[in-house]
């Protein structure tokens, strides 16, 4: 009867070593789950969280200056001074800032460009 063919050493090093990076590729695809979990079921939380550190960050831009948030961070604050707008509201603060108006404006770090798409050319 035929025997089976003997592994060699590197034979047997290629199989290891495939075992190893699938470990690695599972323990990474786990780990990126559970981010997502955790991301999806707190959201409200973490969505909280990063306004709050937007807020506090901006604090002294001009923009929410203007409206009255005056350093608050929290949600119900933001939502009751700070008006829903449109481009056409912030044209203003958006030309000055194209025209070279340095000043923290509509956020506290200086923007080095704009980039602009309409709906139309997505669709």
Known sequence: ??????????????????DAIS???????KKALKYIED???????IQERVLAEILSSSALVEYLQRHGLNG???????????????YEDLKVDIDRIANGDASP????????????RSVYQII
Not at 23 to 29: A, L
Not at 105 to 116: A, Q, R, Y
């Open 72 to 86: 608050r961070r929290d949600r119900k604050t933001f939502k009751k001074v700070v008006p829903v707008v449109t």
């Open 39 to 45: 991301v999806t079921m707190n959201a409200n939380e």
């Open 1 to 18: 009867m035929p025997e089976a063919p003997k592994q060699n050493q590197s034979s047997k090093k290629t199989i290891e070593n495939d």
């Open 105 to 116: 404006i509509l956020c506290s770090k200086p923007i080095s460009e704009f980039l602009t």
């Open 23 to 29: 470990n690695t590729i599972t323990n990474n695809n």
